[in-house]
């Protein structure tokens, strides 16, 4: 693993750390390709029965990396496509993985990171931990289109049109976001029970019946329309939205607090109209 994403063995459970504290373990293509690594190395371990992923220091994450966007902003669907494959493969191979996954949950977890969260089959959030999808308001699209999958299509239409990021634990918990709650600073360790007490089992039985529950949703389309909203958000960027274009600017020239904070202001300009 780089530094970027660690990964140890606390048993049968291995357990992978984003590592970026001081960007609120933001994604970039680097860290994404070491997630990869450390899912490919869980994957193949016969002694790792499951899996584990939390965030160094004060959040999960926020998200994937917008000041990398705004050095290196790629041009057209033809440039914008392998990055977001890589992001939606990443967040995905939590879903797809033959092993239980649990996402541990502090602080933000907002965007793509809040799309992993989704991907997991189980998620703790500490009682600090906050969720949503804040991608329209700065004029970007979504990645992982799972949401509507998991809380219905009335919550998700709210949370995305919206851009609501600021979900906390209790709201999130009872519209089925998360699974459950716990004091701040025990969301690793209980999570790390939860996934020794799966990593116990009969392998085969808890690798096909999470196979078998997947299925379900394979059945009713889920992943043809995660693969049609995932081409509707290569366009989106390809084509390159206004609103992205003027954010991407002022976090190149102000920096990234500077863009969030006209994303805020504009958000709440538009809501006293």
């Known amino acids: 693993m780089t530094d970027t994403v660690l990964y140890e063995r606390r048993g049968k459970v291995a357990l992978i750390t984003l590592n970026r504290p001081e960007r609120l373990n933001a994604m970039d293509q680097d860290m994404l390709k070491a997630l990869e690594t450390a899912c490919d190395k869980a994957e193949a371990d016969d002694e790792v029965g499951a ?28 440039e914008w496509r392998p990055v977001l494959r890589r992001d939606f493969d ?17 602080g933000p977890a907002l965007a793509g990171a809040c799309e992993l969260t989704m991907a ?33 299509p009335k919550r998700a239409k709210e949370i995305i049109l919206l851009g609501l990021d600021d979900i906390p634990a209790a709201e999130a918990k009872e519209m089925g976001l998360i699974n459950r709650i716990v004091p701040v600073g025990q969301d690793v360790e209980v999570a790390l029970t939860l996934a ?14 999470k196979r078998a529950v997947n299925r379900t949703y394979e059945l009713m389309g889920m992943g043809t329309a995660l693969e049609s909203a ?14 992205k274009h003027h954010f991407l600017e002022i976090a190149r020239s102000d920096g990234l607090r500077a ?10 300009e538009g809501e006293r109209e």
Do not use: Y
């Not at 967040?91 to 996402?103: D, E, G, I, L, N």
């Not at 863009?259 to 709440?268: F, G, H, S």
């Open 120 to 152: 997991c089959d189980i998620t703790v959030a500490a009682e600090d931990a906050i969720f949503g999808e804040p991608e329209v308001k700065f004029g970007a699209g979504i990645v992982t289109m799972i949401l509507p999958w998991v809380v219905g």
């Open 90 to 106: 990443c967040t995905m191979r939590f879903w797809h993985m033959s092993k239980p996954t649990v996402a541990a949950v502090h």
């Open 230 to 243: 995932l081409e509707v958000d290569m366009l989106i960027e390809g084509e390159g939205m206004a609103t």
């Open 196 to 209: 020794r007490r799966m990593a116990a089992m009969d392998r085969t039985l808890i690798r096909e019946t």
């Open 51 to 78: 899996v584990v992923v939390t965030g160094a220091g004060k959040a999960f994450s926020s998200g994937f990396d917008l000041q990398a966007q705004a050095r290196n902003t790629p041009k057209g669907v033809a």
């Open 259 to 268: 863009a969030l904070k006209w994303r805020e202001e504009r958000a709440a």
